[in-house]
């Protein structure tokens, strides 16, 4: 890239993170890239979280920290964080999560060498709560945001993204991220970068993990619902997945109404196959969960 390079705004937040929060801010401190800032958001921890962070900031000049005076949950911190980011780019991370070392670079660059694309999303490695490789995680193609969360845990996305499209909706947690890919994929174009440039950690205190399963496919049927009728970058067949996968976790939270809405929308959105479908995939929602099959970073939320 020519020279002088943008600057990369990274956002951190975390909550009693002290466990990985090193590991996460090493991974920053190791990237091939230079020119980016580390805004380091706790939400009013109660660990040694907040040692952790002074120790980094006092290492390094382009690390910040801001400190919520109370507990605002994930998608606060991460408007908090980027309110005060100035870079060009901007990026989060999770504090259990760390970066491989060309992973800005890469993703900046592309940016740069892509200017139509208003995110980047990569390739990730999943790890155990040691750090031992688990399997791979491949970047699905945006048109899938219509069924399930295509992105993974590391992007890039230019300023004007955020600027357009607003912050995270503090009313979706555990779906805030989600909600915000359906947003931009409604204005901007959404590319993967097949190179695995990301650590995304698998372990019991991770947040997609300990979190009430219920509570994360509730929340991320309300962002789909929102958005799913402007979705048309997506193939029909694929809003009309996303219409039966809105009707099976209906189903299982016993609410008809909304179930029978969101299958009459996935008969009119894409008719011919979609009637066997639905059927299918509604019997499979309401079949035992099969323990470990939610390990994926990002995916289909049922």
């Known amino acids: 890239m020519n020279s002088p390079e943008p600057l990369v705004s990274i956002i951190l937040p975390t909550y009693n993170g002290s466990r990985y929060l090193p590991e996460a801010i090493e991974s920053c401190l190791r990237q091939s890239y230079e020119n980016w800032e580390l805004i380091v958001v706790d939400d009013c921890s109660s660990d040694a979280t907040p040692d952790i962070i002074a120790s980094y900031v006092a290492r390094d000049r382009r690390i910040r920290s801001l400190r919520h005076p109370v507990n605002r949950k994930l998608p606060a911190a991460l408007n908090t964080g980027h309110a005060a980011a100035t870079g060009s780019y901007l990026t989060w991370t999770s504090d259990d999560n760390r970066y491989l070392p060309a992973a800005i670079e890469e993703m900046t660059r592309f940016l740069v060498e892509h200017p139509t694309v208003g995110l980047v999303y990569t390739d990730c490695a999943l790890v155990d709560e040691v750090g031992r490789y688990l399997r791979d995680y491949s970047a699905q193609p945006a048109s899938q945001l219509a069924y399930m969360n295509a992105l993974g845990g590391c992007f890039l996305y230019r300023r004007q993204v955020y600027q357009t499209i607003g912050g995270y909706d503090e009313e979706l947690f555990l779906a805030e991220d989600y909600e915000y890919w359906l947003r931009a994929y409604r204005q901007f174009e959404l590319a993967p970068l097949h190179k695995t440039l990301y650590e995304y950690r698998w372990h019991d205190q991770s947040l997609t993990k300990s979190a009430n399963r219920l509570a994360i496919r509730t929340s991320a049927e309300r962002a789909l619902r929102r958005h799913l009728p402007y979705l048309r970058h997506s193939l029909p067949q694929d809003r009309a997945r996303g219409w039966t996968v809105c009707a099976a976790n209906a189903v299982r939270r016993g609410d008809l109404v909304?179930?029978?809405?969101?299958?009459?929308?996935?008969?009119?959105?894409?008719?011919?196959?979609?009637?066997?479908?639905v059927a299918k995939k509604l019997v499979g929602r309401l079949r035992p969960h099969r323990p470990g099959s939610e390990m994926m970073p990002n995916g289909e939320w049922s």
């Open 258 to 277: 909304q179930a029978v809405t969101a299958y009459a929308q996935a008969l009119r959105t894409a008719p011919g196959p979609s009637l066997g479908y």
